[in-house]
């Protein structure tokens, strides 16, 4: 079983709508990272947090320390946010670069 | 402007080969290191390194090497020893170990 495991593996959606992707993961962290990948390959990092919640323009990332899980929220979507967004954690004094990472979730926002 | 290259973006090579990756920083960044990719999978980190002249194995770095002699460049090799080559590699840095990581666009590479 991955140590980190996101839902939906794929999410498609009218532009506007308001998007949640949820990771869990199975380890106690210190991290826990954002990405997205578009595709053609190239990966931004979003958000790296380790507690409550942080805010980029129309993106939103929570994590609950205590449920072991975090949610990547977009709102008012658009055809551009279409992408895969991934989920990964850091442990120990590591939490930046032995990352564990979720399989990723592809979401498709139509026009 | 600030970045990470990898090249080249596509690369094939035949069976029983070795093949080199670059990866350049000039971010200033002490940590780097590199991923796989394969289809319906996670990225699985190779190879990282701390610091100049300095690496450790990740999880997958069976059939791999890498080298740090520049702040600036941790290139990859593929060897011949590593059974599965086909995939999408990715390169990272980031400031240190606590920070967030900045990636390459990648290199696809496929064996023939």
């Known amino acids: 079983k991955n140590e980190v495991e996101q839902s939906p593996q794929n999410l498609t959606a009218q532009e506007g709508e308001f998007i949640t992707i949820n990771c869990s993961y199975s380890?106690?962290?210190?991290?826990l990272h954002w990405l997205q990948q578009h595709p053609g390959g190239g990966i931004v990092s979003l958000f790296m947090?380790?507690?409550g919640k942080k805010k980029h323009g129309r993106l939103i990332a929570t994590i609950n320390i205590q449920e072991k899980h975090s949610s990547l929220h977009i709102t008012a979507s658009h055809p551009r946010d279409s992408a895969v967004y991934i989920c990964?954690?850091?442990?120990?004094?590591?939490?930046?670069?032995?990352?564990?990472f979720g399989e990723g979730t592809q979401l498709t926002v139509n026009p | 402007d600030g970045g990470i290259t990898q090249s080249p973006k596509y690369l094939f090579r035949k069976e029983g080969q070795n093949v080199t990756l670059s990866c350049e920083q000039n971010l200033n960044h002490d940590a780097m290191y590199w991923y796989r990719q394969d289809p319906g999978q996670g990225l699985r980190l190779i190879y990282y390194?701390?610091?100049?002249?300095?690496?450790q194995k990740g999880d997958i770095a069976e059939g791999y090497s890498v080298s740090r002699e520049k702040k600036e460049s941790f290139p990859l090799t593929v060897t011949s020893a590593q059974k599965n080559p086909t995939a999408f590699y990715l390169c990272a840095s980031s400031k240190n170990t606590y920070n967030e990581q900045f990636f390459g666009p990648g290199t696809r590479l496929t064996v023939l």
């Open positions: 947090l380790s507690s």
């Open positions: 390194s701390q610091i100049v002249n300095d690496f």
């Open positions: 990964a954690v850091g442990v120990g004094e590591t939490s930046g670069s032995r990352l564990t």
């Open positions: 380890v106690g962290i210190s991290a």
